[in-house]
C-alpha cells in the first residue's frame, strides 16, 4: 500500500483524480500548444511532455522524487513488457500509452495523473520551462544518437523550426564541427545561427538537386550526415542527393504516407536512410546536458500565454509566429 495522497496546500482550481499503484498526484503551471501515472504542479510543452512538482502519489516512487520535487514528464509509457521494452527501444512497442497521440488525452491542463516511472527529478538549476522543453529536445538527442554525430562531423539540418533548432543544438554539442540549416524563413533561419548553426540557406524556387548543391559549396564539401526535419518530399529528395556517399540521413519530419525518393541514387551511393519514432532513454542524458548547462534552449521560446488564452497561444503558432508558444498552466507562476 503506497502512501497516502499529500493533501494540497490551497485549493484546488479543478477536481484532482487520485493517484492509483504507481501514479503520483501533482499541478502544472507551463504548456504549449502542439507524465507516467503521476500528478505535477508546474510547466508543461505542447501537451505532450512537461515538467511540474508533485503534491503527492500512491506506489512505488518515481526517480528519487517526492511530494514537493520539481519533475519532468515523459510523455510515451509502455503499456506491457513486451519485445520492444524487453530490448530498450520502448518507443516502438504498439500498445505505448503517449500523451496527445488520440485517443490518448494529453496533459495541457493545471493538474495531470501521470506513470510514477517516467516522472524525472529536476535538479535545482534547471527551470520548470526547460524541463517542458526535454521533450522537443529529446527527438534532437534520438535523431542524432541515431545518425552517428560523433566529433568532427559535417551536418545538414534541412528545417528550422523547433525540431529543426534543437537537432542543431544537439549536433553541436555532440561535436559536429559544422551545421549548414535550410529553411524558408529568414527569421527561423536567423534563430538557427542563434543557437550555433554555422551557415544558414534560405530555400526559394530552387529544385533538389540545386540546394544540395547549395549545401556542398557552403560547407566545401558533401555533408556525411544530413538530418531531415519537415517531412516534405522535396526536403527528402534534396537530402538524399545532398548527403556523402557512404553517409546517413535520418528521417525526423512526418509527411505524407508516401512520397516519391531518389532511391536508387541512394542506394547506389550507400546513403543508409534511418528513420526515428519520438524518442526513448533520453530525459536523464537531456536532464544531466540542462543541468551542466552544456547546451541552452531557453532561445527557442519565443511567446508565453496563460492557460486562460490556451485558443490565442494556438492561433499564435498556426501563424507560424515564432518557434516554441508556451502555455502558464499555473496562475501564480509566470515566470520564464
Same mark, same amino acid.
Request: glycine fraction near 12%; charge should be neutral; aromatic fraction near 6%.
Given at each position: 500500500?503506497?502512501?497516502e495522497?499529500q493533501?494540497?496546500?490551497?485549493?484546488?482550481?479543478?477536481?484532482?483524480?487520485?493517484?492509483?499503484?504507481?501514479?503520483?498526484?501533482?499541478?502544472?503551471? $507551463?504548456?504549449?500548444?502542439?507524465?507516467?501515472?503521476?500528478?505535477?504542479?508546474?510547466?508543461?510543452?505542447?501537451?505532450?511532455?512537461?515538467?511540474?512538482?508533485?503534491?503527492?502519489?500512491?506506489?512505488?516512487? =518515481?526517480?528519487? #522524487?517526492?511530494?514537493?520535487?520539481?519533475?519532468?514528464?515523459?510523455?510515451?509509457v509502455?503499456?506491457?513488457?513486451?519485445?520492444?521494452?524487453? =530490448?530498450g527501444?520502448?518507443?516502438?512497442?504498439?500498445?505505448?500509452?503517449?500523451? &496527445?497521440?488520440?485517443?490518448?488525452?494529453?496533459?495541457?491542463?493545471?493538474?495531470?495523473?501521470?506513470s510514477?516511472?517516467?516522472?524525472?527529478?529536476?535538479?535545482?538549476?534547471? $527551470?520548470?520551462?526547460?524541463? &517542458?522543453?526535454?521533450?522537443?529536445?529529446?527527438?534532437?538527442?534520438?535523431?542524432c544518437k541515431?545518425?552517428?554525430?560523433?566529433l568532427?562531423?559535417?551536418?545538414?539540418?534541412?528545417?528550422?523550426?523547433?525540431?529543426?533548432?534543437?537537432?542543431?543544438?544537439? #549536433?553541436?554539442?555532440?561535436?559536429?564541427?559544422?551545421?549548414?540549416?535550410?529553411?524558408?524563413?529568414? =527569421?527561423?533561419?536567423?534563430?538557427?545561427?542563434?543557437?550555433?548553426?554555422?551557415?544558414?540557406?534560405?530555400?526559394?524556387?530552387?529544385? &533538389?538537386?540545386?540546394?544540395?548543391?547549395?549545401v556542398? =559549396?557552403?560547407?566545401?564539401c558533401m555533408?556525411?550526415? $544530413?538530418?531531415?526535419?519537415?517531412?516534405?518530399?522535396?526536403?527528402?529528395?534534396?537530402?538524399?542527393?545532398?548527403?556523402?556517399?557512404?553517409?546517413?540521413?535520418?528521417?525526423?519530419?512526418?509527411?505524407?504516407?508516401?512520397?516519391?525518393?531518389?532511391?536508387?541514387?541512394?542506394?547506389?551511393?550507400?546513403?543508409?536512410?534511418?528513420?526515428?519514432?519520438?524518442?526513448?532513454?533520453?530525459?536523464?542524458?537531456?536532464?544531466?546536458?540542462? #543541468?551542466?548547462?552544456?547546451?541552452?534552449?531557453?532561445?527557442?521560446?519565443?511567446?508565453?500565454?496563460?492557460?486562460?488564452?490556451?485558443?490565442? &497561444?494556438?492561433? $499564435?503558432?498556426?501563424?507560424?509566429?515564432?518557434?516554441?508558444?508556451?502555455?502558464?498552466?499555473?496562475?501564480?507562476?509566470?515566470?520564464?
Amino acid at each position: 500500500m503506497g502512501p497516502e495522497l499529500q493533501p494540497c496546500p490551497e485549493p484546488c482550481p479543478e477536481p484532482c483524480p487520485e493517484p492509483g499503484a504507481v501514479p503520483a498526484l501533482g499541478g502544472r503551471s $507551463t504548456g504549449g500548444p502542439p507524465g507516467s501515472d503521476r500528478w505535477t504542479r508546474g510547466r508543461a510543452e505542447p501537451s505532450h511532455g512537461g515538467a511540474g512538482a508533485e503534491r503527492g502519489r500512491g506506489g512505488s516512487p =518515481s526517480r528519487g #522524487a517526492a511530494p514537493g520535487d520539481r519533475v519532468a514528464i515523459e510523455p510515451g509509457v509502455p503499456r506491457e513488457m513486451d519485445e520492444f521494452c524487453k =530490448s530498450g527501444r520502448y518507443n516502438l512497442s504498439p500498445t505505448i500509452f503517449f500523451c &496527445a497521440t488520440p485517443p490518448d488525452d494529453g496533459n495541457l491542463c493545471r493538474y495531470y495523473k501521470h506513470s510514477a516511472s517516467y516522472c524525472y527529478k529536476l535538479p535545482d538549476n534547471v $527551470t520548470f520551462e526547460e524541463g &517542458a522543453l526535454i521533450e522537443p529536445l529529446s527527438v534532437g538527442i534520438h535523431a542524432c544518437k541515431r545518425a552517428g554525430v560523433t566529433l568532427g562531423s559535417k551536418v545538414f539540418v534541412s528545417g528550422s523550426g523547433p525540431i529543426g533548432l534543437v537537432n542543431v543544438i544537439v #549536433a553541436k554539442m555532440m561535436g559536429a564541427a559544422v551545421v549548414v540549416v535550410t529553411d524558408l524563413s529568414a =527569421s527561423r533561419l536567423q534563430k538557427a545561427k542563434e543557437v550555433g548553426a554555422d551557415f544558414t540557406i534560405q530555400v526559394k524556387n530552387e529544385t &533538389a538537386q540545386e540546394v544540395a548543391s547549395k549545401v556542398e =559549396s557552403v560547407l566545401g564539401c558533401m555533408p556525411e550526415i $544530413t538530418v531531415e526535419c519537415t517531412g516534405v518530399q522535396a526536403c527528402i529528395q534534396a537530402g538524399i542527393y545532398a548527403t556523402r556517399s557512404g553517409g546517413t540521413l535520418v528521417l525526423v519530419g512526418l509527411g505524407p504516407e508516401m512520397v516519391t525518393v531518389p532511391i536508387v541514387n541512394a542506394a547506389v551511393r550507400e546513403v543508409d536512410i534511418r528513420g526515428i519514432f519520438r524518442y526513448c532513454n533520453t530525459w536523464p542524458v537531456a536532464i544531466a546536458l540542462l #543541468a551542466s548547462k552544456r547546451i541552452n534552449v531557453k532561445p527557442l521560446v519565443t511567446h508565453r500565454f496563460p492557460l486562460e488564452k490556451a485558443l490565442e &497561444a494556438f492561433e $499564435t503558432t498556426k501563424r507560424g509566429e515564432g518557434v516554441k508558444v508556451m502555455l502558464k498552466c499555473d496562475p501564480t507562476d509566470q515566470s520564464p
